[in-house]
């Protein structure tokens, strides 16, 4: 099955995260870090960690774009690697839990002031339809990114493939590098 998403903006900040939202909301309070999630991820290594403890996946240098988004949990080949298509970065090794039945694709910017009050603003924004969020079994996800371009109305428009795989237990994220730039040059 695959769920696509076109025209998914970035804020105008150059990092997105894919995780259990909810999931983070716990592991803030479990670790007692503050609102501003952002600078705690860049000052300590709780960002680090929460990448390892399959909570969140974070992409950097996401240029601005509106961007086609595809949750690929098929085991048909992703569209980013079918022909007419352009693949500029190809990732593997993530882990992604998932506890509360979805997964969301959210921006930075949500970090920055991670309250409950702000949280429950971003979860009532993404049950409008056509937001990057996707139902999923609770369990364990391996994660391969693919970004590039995709053939839409005979145009290439950017696009980012997250390929989900069920696994029993907890993969090993340890290889994953957490600066690598996804820039996608159109």
Request: glycine share 8%; with cysteine.
């Amino acid at each position: 099955m695959r769920h696509e998403f076109s025209e998914v903006l970035n804020d105008l900040i150059d990092c997105v995260l894919l995780g259990d939202i909810k999931l983070l909301r716990r592991y803030k309070a479990e670790h007692r870090l503050s609102d501003d999630l952002a600078s705690e991820f860049v000052t300590n290594n709780s960002g680090d960690q929460a990448v390892l403890d399959g909570i969140v996946i974070p992409m950097a240098g996401i240029a601005n774009h509106p961007y086609t988004v595809i949750f690929n949990l098929s085991d048909e080949i992703p569209q980013l690697l079918q022909e007419g298509s352009k693949l500029h970065h190809r990732r593997d090794g993530y882990v992604l839990c998932v506890e509360h039945g979805q997964v969301m694709l959210f921006t930075w910017r949500i970090l920055q002031n991670f309250t409950s009050d702000t949280l429950d603003r971003l979860l009532e924004r993404y049950r409008e339809p056509g937001r990057p969020v996707i139902e999923l079994k609770n369990g364990w996800y391996e994660v391969d990114i693919l970004g590039g371009e995709i053939l839409r109305n005979g145009c290439l428009e950017p696009a980012f493939e997250f390929v989900l795989k069920k696994t029993a237990v907890q993969g090993d994220a340890s290889q994953v590098d957490t600066g690598y730039l996804f820039t996608i040059h159109c």
